[in-house]
């Protein structure tokens, strides 16, 4: 039983470039989120997921994108890298009894 | 809009210490207030999580309360150990199980 699992842990881009951070599950939790978490700043939520095939918007979206094809999976999809995407991502997923589990997050720079 | 505030910052105690950290958030109507653990570089591990209906919980050296009413949830380590050692976050819970982080507090336990 893996949890959450993350990949990749680190990754540098540049500009404009794009990339997709994956997350799976296999716990078959059917919400799961992506944070990101900033030094000094706590996670903020970037998209959330309530099962399969649903996907809604969380705190700061703006310049991200999500799927949810399977239960297991969600990916982040980053369009046009900026600096400011510069972070920590975290994905986690929710038990019924609403404890989260996160994955151990996916270093991102960008130059 | 839910806000989480975490008091102190940090925090700097001796081994064998009792020690609380503080949480407060400002909408009350909430489903659960969970707190993690974040050791340098890593994802968060979840602590301790209180159902909405729930004063508290207890998982070992640690207790957690939570009083709703007044926005508040405090986090009480026991005989404090150097392990200890990492930053501590509080989310408040609202719908679909979107958590509000606050910023952590950083514990160090001194030997």
């Known amino acids: 039983n893996a949890g959450v699992t993350q990949t990749p842990k680190f990754r540098i881009l540049k500009i404009g470039q794009s990339m997709t951070l994956q997350c799976t599950q296999d716990m078959n939790h059917n919400y799961m989120y992506w944070y990101r978490q900033d030094p000094g700043m706590g996670l903020k939520l970037i998209y959330y997921s309530v099962g399969a095939g649903i996907t809604d918007k969380g705190e700061v979206p703006n310049g991200y994108n999500v799927s949810r094809s399977t239960t297991e999976d969600f990916p982040l999809r980053l369009e046009l890298a900026a600096p400011s995407q510069t972070s920590v991502y975290f994905c986690?997923?929710?038990?019924?009894?609403?404890?989260?589990?996160f994955g151990e997050g996916s270093r991102l720079t960008v130059l | 809009k839910q806000e989480v505030t975490q008091i102190p910052a940090a925090l700097s105690v001796p081994e064998g210490e009792n020690l609380v950290l503080n949480c407060s958030f400002t909408d009350s109507a909430i489903y659960n207030l969970q707190w993690f653990r974040q050791d340098p570089g890593k994802g968060l591990t979840s602590l301790l999580l209180i159902q909405s209906s729930q004063r508290e919980q207890t998982s070992g050296r640690l207790n957690a309360s939570l009083d709703k009413s007044s926005g508040r949830s405090t986090l009480y380590i026991a005989a404090s150990q150097p392990g200890d050692s990492a930053t501590y976050l509080c989310?408040?819970?609202?719908?679909?199980?979107?958590?509000?982080f606050g910023k952590g507090t950083l514990l160090t336990v001194n030997p």
């Open positions: 986690a997923s929710i038990t019924g009894t609403g404890e989260l589990f």
């Open positions: 989310a408040a819970g609202g719908s679909n199980y979107k958590l509000t």
